[in-house]
Nanobody, 113 residues
Framework: QVQLVESGGGSVRPGESLTLTCQTSEFYSDSEPMEWYRQAPGNQRELIATISGGHAETYADSVKDRFRLSRDNRRKTITLQMNNLKPEDTALYLC???????WGQGTQVTVSS
C-alpha cells in the first residue's frame, strides 16, 4: 500500500524554481513530523527540510533561504518550494514520515544549463 507519493520534479536551468508535493494517505495526522531528503548518485541520503506538527521548519544549510516547506493538513500534503536552484541540487527527492518511517519513491530533480 502506497503511503507517500512525490511529484513535481523535472529538469530546470540554474536559478529557476520547482515545487515538489508529497501526497500522504490515511496514516497522516497534523502532529506527524514530515521530512524531505535528497540523494544524489554516489552520495548518502541527505535530510534537507523538516516540518513539525506545529509547522516549525528546519533546513539544512545547503538549502536554507532558498527552499521553503509547508503542509496542508486538510489535503494531507507536504510542499517543498525550491527557488534559485543550483546544479548541486540535482538529486532524487524523497518524502519521509518521521514517526511511521514511511518513504515515497521519490521524484527526480535535475538542474543543468
Amino acid at each position: 500500500q502506497v503511503q507517500l507519493v512525490e511529484s513535481g520534479g523535472g529538469s530546470v536551468r540554474p536559478g529557476e524554481s520547482l515545487t515538489l508535493t508529497c501526497q500522504t494517505s490515511e496514516f497522516y495526522s497534523d502532529s506527524e513530523p514530515m521530512e524531505w531528503y535528497r540523494q544524489a548518485p554516489g552520495n548518502q541520503r541527505e535530510l534537507i527540510a523538516t516540518i513539525s506538527g506545529g509547522h516549525a521548519e528546519t533546513y539544512a544549510d545547503s538549502v536554507k533561504d532558498r527552499f521553503r516547506l509547508s503542509r496542508d493538513n486538510r489535503r494531507k500534503t507536504i510542499t517543498l518550494q525550491m527557488n534559485n536552484l543550483k546544479p548541486e541540487d540535482t538529486a532524487l527527492y524523497l518524502c519521509h514520515a518521521k514517526y511511521f518511517s514511511y518513504w515515497g519513491q521519490g521524484t527526480q530533480v535535475t538542474v543543468s544549463s
